[in-house]
């Protein structure tokens, strides 16, 4: 698994169940600024993550450094699963 | 207010959001500066000004600005659907508008159809623009030390805010100086609010929240540390913010603590500085409340009660988590309020009875706003001392008073339903659904069934590492529910979803459930 498919596949996730249809997404885009997620489309997005990468994440990976972007999101995804978590 | 505040302590950091800082000297002068500029584009006393603004610095400037202009201030929520913020600025017939650019498309949107608007700062203007706009330099052009002298008297309308209200047409709520100043002065006393103290504002600046997390500080010259939309989404982010900032006193609803406490990891951190924590709005789940009362030693606890209606009336410091009771009382009545609890013909009942609860104070509002009707209905007269009358605000909440004298919550009148002909509180289906050790949150709500009845479903959002099912969950409530106030459904959510204030949006809930339902039908 590559990086850009992860991101692709976060993408997919966000763009088909998180957003409405006008809203434009991009790997880079601030992801926490208010204006594409709330707070329960970021619980969501985690437990996709966790279920579709199958890792778990602990109480100290809910950060802003780690869920800023969907790029920063799959560099997690990939330290996670890497490590075994 | 603020002019005081400048003057005591020009230096204090009056706000501060991500990074950035605003003095009290810097606040007030821009606030007065904002204050001149609506003068300038003719706004008279009482007329009212929407203010429209994402968190951040410019939120305490619009707040100020606005009073100190002699405007009645009507905070809009940018997040809310644009035809919800319509329907605020033309029920209030708002003339001026404070904004910012990055909310240009809203704004934009929502002005289409609110023809008595005549006056935005805070958007550069275009051609072909109906109204006029003044950019945030004309507010820095004007700033001033000094308050522009507008004769408001205590009883003038300070603010109008909006609950959403259960069908969804906002309440509009309106308060006088006089009011807000009362609230302030009572909390600054109770909770011994000193300029060292750091507030922050978990809840949006258009609820009633704001009322504390701004003006009481302001109040002593106190810092309010606004949280930017990512803190509230990432606990482990915001309890680090509580670390650092050195957070001293924190109000919110109960959701926000118990993400602190499952997903703060609040263990780790140094959180000494935090000695007051106020909650309200919702109740607190047991388990999630003893946890976090045990990971902050150096913290007191404070459950207060109110509404947008009445701010806060009564209040109840809790003792240590070892002492906690198996309710949580709504306490006694603040030093400038009184409370009754009636009958339904608004009688006193006996002692330790059931009843609705009356308030009468000088925190309690002046009234809807545009529906003199309503306000006969919840603004009741009741003689007094032979001679007098006194109003009381019909709270529509089931409370009791216990032998200590403090009042306890039964059910909100609107959150009671009717079950196969048993009264059934979905507060209680939902403490028992909390009381099985793998539910993390619950919500429960009423499908009405169309025969003056109605059916229970829940929501609920599973403990992590937990994996139950409906099936277990049902089983699990057999034992501390009577078959009548049992879900007859229950829905695993990874979240329930949230109103502005962070309290369970019930009628969402409803809403989908029935979505559901429609959907399966047409299969």
């Not at chain 2, 388990?287 to 207060?304: C, D, G, T, W, Y």
């Not at chain 2, 008073?401 to 403090?406: H, V």
């Not at chain 2, 959150?415 to 099985?436: C, P």
Request: aromatic share 6%; glycine share 8%; with cysteine.
């Amino acid at each position: 698994m590559t990086a850009s498919d992860v991101e692709r596949r976060i993408l997919t996730f966000i763009r088909s169940e998180l957003v409405s249809s006008d809203v434009s997404i991009n790997p880079d885009d601030e992801l926490l600024s208010g204006a594409i997620l709330d707070s329960m489309g970021v619980v969501r997005l985690a437990a996709f993550v966790q279920e579709e990468y199958q890792f778990k994440m602990q109480p100290a990976d809910f950060m802003i450094e780690n869920f800023r972007s969907v790029a920063v999101l799959a560099h997690f995804v990939r330290k996670g699963t890497s490590t075994g978590q | 207010m603020i002019d005081e505040a400048a003057l005591g302590h020009p230096k204090a950091d009056a706000a501060r959001c991500d990074g950035a800082t605003l003095s009290y000297e810097q606040l007030s002068r821009r606030a007065n500066g904002l204050a001149r500029a609506l003068l300038a584009s003719g706004l008279k006393r009482r007329d009212r000004v929407a203010v429209l603004l994402g968190r951040g610095l410019n939120v305490p400037v619009g707040f100020y600005g606005v009073l100190a202009s002699g405007g009645i201030l009507v905070p809009v929520d940018p997040k809310s659907p644009v035809e919800q913020i319509v329907r605020i600025l033309r029920a209030t017939g708002a003339t001026h508008l404070v904004s910012e650019p990055d909310k240009r498309n809203v704004v934009l949107k929502a002005l289409a159809n609110c023809p008595d608007l005549s006056h935005v700062i805070g958007l550069d203007s275009e051609d072909g623009m109906r109204f006029e706009c003044l950019p945030w330099s004309t507010v820095d052009d004007e700033a001033s030390d000094r308050q522009p002298d507008v004769g408001v008297i205590g009883l003038d309308p300070a603010y109008v805010l909006h609950t959403s209200g259960s069908t969804g047409i906002p309440k509009l709520i309106q308060h006088s100086h006089a009011s807000a100043m009362s609230f302030v002065d009572w909390a600054a006393n109770e909770y011994a609010l000193t300029s060292d103290d750091r507030l922050t504002n978990h809840s949006s600046h258009h609820t009633c929240f704001a009322t504390f997390d701004y003006y009481a500080a302001a109040r002593v010259g106190a810092t309010t540390v606004i949280l930017t939309p990512a803190l509230l989404m990432m606990p482990g982010s915001l309890a680090s913010l509580l670390e650092d900032e050195r957070i001293s006193v924190w109000y919110s609803v109960p959701t926000a603590l118990v993400q602190l406490t499952l997903r703060g990891d609040l263990d780790s951190r140094s959180l000494s500085a935090l000695r007051w924590v106020l909650f309200a709005g919702e109740r607190f789940p047991q388990k999630h409340l003893r946890r976090i009362m045990e990971q902050l030693p150096s913290a007191r606890f404070s459950h207060v009660y109110g509404s947008t209606e009445t701010n806060v009336c009564t209040y109840y410091h809790l003792p240590t988590a070892g002492e906690l009771g198996h309710s949580l009382p709504i306490g006694k009545a603040c030093s400038n309020s009184d409370t009754l609890v009636v009958d339904h013909d608004l009688q006193p009942v006996a002692g330790g009875d059931e009843g609705e609860l009356l308030v009468r104070g000088s925190t309690v509002m002046s009234g809807y706003w545009g529906e003199p009707e309503r306000n006969r209905e919840v603004l009741v007269r009741r003689p007094s001392a032979g001679a007098l009358e006194e109003v009381y605000f019909r709270t529509g909440d089931r409370v009791r008073m216990l032998d200590d004298g403090n009042l306890t919550f039964v059910a909100r009148a609107d959150l009671q339903i009717k079950v196969r002909g048993h009264r059934v509180e979905l507060e209680e289906v939902e403490t028992a659904l909390l009381s099985l050790e793998m539910v993390e949150a619950a919500a429960a709500f009423a499908i009405p069934d169309g025969e003056s009845s109605s059916a229970i479903r829940a929501a609920v959002v599973v403990a992590a590492g937990s994996a139950s099912t409906e099936r277990e969950l049902l089983a699990g409530l057999d034992d501390v529910l009577p078959s009548h106030a049992a879900p007859s459904s229950i829905a695993l959510v990874e979240a329930l979803p949230r109103t502005p204030t962070g309290k369970v949006d019930r009628n969402a809930l409803r809403a989908s459930s029935i979505e559901g339902d429609r959907r399966d039908d047409s299969k």
